[in-house]
Nanobody, 117 residues
């Protein structure tokens, strides 16, 4: 079992930056695909960024502004968010997918990001 704990959310003005962190338990963190998702009120959950051993993926709306990275020694994945916009306001979740899995197996509890205009 893997536990994921997000931190780093908060209230920021438009144009500002935040860095989210997701600390994971477990010995095989480095083998997991890690993703950041977000869900705004009244909207479906959206995949924001993913990091695998091959590379990274970003949804179009955050390309050039967000950056996902990981530190396997610390069992932590990060989401650096720059040039934030009010439409980035959402609860952000990190998730982990095991090798060979077709879905994300573990989810964090979420952290609120609010961007004021």
């Amino acid at each position: 079992q893997v536990q994921l704990v997000e931190s780093g959310g908060g209230l920021v003005q438009a144009g500002g930056s935040l860095r989210l962190s997701c600390a994971a338990s477990g010995r095989t963190f480095s083998s997991y695909t890690m993703g950041w998702f977000r869900q705004a009120p009244g909207k479906e959950r959206e995949r924001v960024a993913v990091i695998t051993w091959i590379g990274t993926y970003y949804t179009d709306s955050v390309k050039g502004r967000f950056s996902i990275s990981r530190d396997n020694a610390k069992n932590t994945v990060y989401l650096q968010m720059n040039s934030l916009k009010p439409e980035d306001t959402a609860v952000y979740y990190c998730a982990a997918k095991r090798v060979g899995s077709d879905k994300y197996d573990y989810w964090g509890q979420g952290t609120q990001v609010t961007v004021s205009s």
